[in-house]
């Protein structure tokens, strides 16, 4: 009898090594949910069992756990609280998906320092994924003249589409998942470039592959031309800039100076590059009108009303993806010429509201200042190495997401929503591998070499 309790533990341990690759093979029926297909959710619970039988919990336990039970509690409301099950579920079960990527890749990436070095990788590889695919599956628009050329004659244009998706994927939301791993990329490019030759040990290839891919994700990124993207972008480097590096504030001060120039340069070169045109868009965060005034007037309009909707409905919220259709409605726009285009609230904080409520704004408030606390105990306790690099790195990618969502708004039961799942995963495997470090007194300092041991 004990022999076979010990043979059903040791399988139930050899099934969660492929949970990830599980959850990946289940995510592309969920993208398009029909009933049939949702089925395919319950591989859910019984992974969280098997877990439970060999490790003896559900999910690996971690600072998040309020947090996110939290959500799933708001979810189970917005499903009673909709108006149209048809625009509520698909949200839902993503969202719920998305707390399982968490919950794997926290498992995953805590067991060792060599797993958390192969989620990153394959965080970077899904952020290579997601830029081809934002080159040939997006409708890129010209709103940035020196790039009219390129756009038109150097890209193929759309040559693959989704269903569900047959004009192509938002360039805004491709900017959205960049940045949740653009920043990551630049940090440990960085590293490598400014440790010089002391760089060059086990898990360089790691940092030497983010050089490549922090070019080119934020070529796509730029080419995207998503104004709260750019917005996002420069706030995630400005933190690197001014914190995770901030004893080479030279190089900061030197790019400061040469954008100070090009600035003077475009305004007085009469819209050298089409640049000026840009900045007026990002001043004014413009949704597609050519007049900045009347764009941000707009903007202003879909604000109020979503702090409407989140006003009537606090506790509840509308429920998932009900705001677009609800808002014309219990609320219509008297500005704004073509109502189908505000999709969404326009505000990461405000899309919470309208669809979870307060609580629901409460909830994504504690999750992001959960993982900003961790990220800060690994920074206090990692004097040197890799670990305060990915904290950094980790970081600056939370914060440019955080600077996007200020003007636009990726749900987090949205298909992109996964790379941040994932991301939050490695932030909680990260934060427990940095505390076992320090219980155990490992010298902080070494752990440049750790991720290439187990």
């Known amino acids: ?52 039988v060999a490790t003896g919990h559900f999910v690996p336990p971690t600072p998040l756990d309020g947090s996110l039970l939290g959500l ?40 060792s320092w060599r797993r958390l070095v192969w989620g990153v990788v394959a965080l970077l590889g899904a952020g290579l994924a997601i830029a081809v695919l934002g080159l ?42 960049l940045l949740w ?46 104004r709260a993207g750019l917005v996002g972008f420069a706030v995630g480097l400005l933190f690197l800039a001014l914190v995770a590096f901030r004893n080479h504030r030279w190089l900061l001060l030197g790019g400061l100076a040469l954008a100070a120039t090009a600035a003077v340069a475009t305004l007085a070169f009469n819209d050298l590059f089409g640049l000026r045109a840009l900045w007026l868009q990002v001043a004014y965060t413009s949704i597609g009108s050519p007049a900045p005034a009347e764009a941000l007037t707009f903007r202003t309009e879909i604000w109020s009303r979503a702090i409407q909707a989140t006003r009537d409905f606090a506790f509840t919220g509308l429920g998932l993806n009900t705001f677009p259709k609800a808002v014309l409605v219990l609320y219509p726009y008297f500005l704004l010429h073509n109502p189908g285009d505000a999709t969404h609230a326009h505000n990461q904080l405000l899309q919470m509201g309208v669809d979870m409520g307060v609580p629901g704004m409460v909830v994504y408030l504690a999750l992001l200042l959960g993982a900003a606390a961790m990220l800060l105990r690994v920074w206090r306790k990692n004097a040197a190495g890799w670990g305060r690099a990915l904290a950094a790195g980790f970081a600056g990618c939370l914060l440019a997401f955080q600077g996007y969502g200020l003007f636009d708004a990726v749900g987090l039961g949205e298909k992109p929503a996964v790379i941040l799942w ?33």
């Open 1 to 52: 009898m004990v022999v076979n309790r010990l043979n059903i533990r040791q399988f139930c341990r050899a099934l969660l090594l492929v949970e990830g690759p599980i959850l990946a093979l289940v995510f592309p029926f969920l993208l398009f949910l029909s009933p049939t297909r949702a089925l395919v959710l319950l591989i859910i619970p019984l992974l969280w069992a098997t877990r439970r």
């Open 72 to 111: 799933l509690a708001m979810t189970l409301v917005s499903l009673f609280v909709t108006y149209d099950l048809s625009l509520t579920l698909p949200r839902a079960v993503l969202l719920v998906f998305g707390v399982a990527v968490f919950y794997a890749a926290a498992a995953f990436s805590g067991a």
């Open 136 to 177: 040939i599956s997006t409708r890129l628009p010209v709103k940035i003249s020196f790039l009219q050329l390129f756009i038109r004659e150097g890209l193929p244009g759309i040559i693959w589409t989704f269903p569900g998706d047959p004009d192509g994927f938002s360039p805004n939301r491709i900017a959205a998942a």
């Open 181 to 226: 791993i653009t920043p990551l990329a630049w940090t440990l490019a960085a590293t490598l470039l400014l440790a010089g030759r002391r760089a060059f040990s086990r898990g360089t290839w790691l940092a030497l592959a983010s050089s490549f891919v922090a070019l080119f994700l934020s070529s796509v990124l730029l080419i995207t031309q998503s």
């Open 422 to 454: 994932f991301l939050l995963g490695l932030v909680a495997g990260l934060h427990r591998l940095a505390m076992q470090s320090s219980e155990t007194g490992h010298p902080s300092g070494r752990q440049a070499d750790v991720p290439a041991n187990d």
